[in-house]
């Protein structure tokens, strides 16, 4: 499902076990411009030789800009227009390396109500994948209805 509409989605369509996800290859480009963005230089991200004498011997994207495609998935394919991305509870699994194609899913979970059903909100179940199928970054999502 991907609503790249500005029709504002509805908590109503939604159903448990729904999902979508968000494909991308880390670059070397990525990381550097995420840094810029972050202010995040630490050397194991963006120098090459001080990152060959740490423990994965090589550069390692921010685990931040995993979850950043957690945000993707939810924002534009799963919903759109319409709700507030509340909050994300992340756990960094695995290191994530330039060349990595991660694909973030978001999946509903739980769909629920506050105030007399005038709060509307859905929890999703988020995870990242690198290529080879393995678990890079875990966490759950909150998403609130306008």
């Known amino acids: 499902m991907t609503n790249s509409n500005l029709k504002p989605v509805k908590w109503e369509d939604y159903e448990i076990g729904q999902s979508a996800e968000f494909t991308k290859t880390i670059t070397e480009e990525d990381v550097m411009k995420f840094a810029e963005v972050t202010g995040d230089y630490n050397?194991?991200?963006?120098?090459?030789?001080?990152?060959?004498?740490?423990?994965?011997?090589?550069?390692?994207?921010?685990?931040?800009?995993?979850?950043?495609?957690?945000?993707?998935?939810?924002?534009?394919?799963?919903?759109?227009?319409?709700?507030?991305?509340?909050?994300?509870?992340?756990?960094?699994?695995?290191?994530?390396?330039?060349?990595?194609?991660?694909?973030?899913?978001?999946?509903?979970?739980?769909?629920?109500?506050?105030?007399?059903?005038k709060l509307k909100f859905i929890i999703c179940d988020t995870i990242v994948k690198n290529q080879n199928d393995e678990v890079v970054t875990t966490g759950e999502g909150t998403i609130l209805f306008m």
């Open 43 to 117: 050397p194991i991200h963006v120098n090459p030789e001080y990152a060959k004498t740490q423990m994965f011997g090589k550069q390692v994207a921010h685990g931040a800009l995993s979850s950043g495609l957690i945000s993707a998935v939810l924002g534009t394919k799963l919903f759109g227009p319409g709700i507030l991305y509340g909050g994300q509870t992340v756990k960094f699994i695995k290191p994530v390396f330039f060349g990595d194609t991660l694909t973030a899913v978001g999946t509903v979970k739980e769909k629920f109500t506050k105030k007399e059903g």
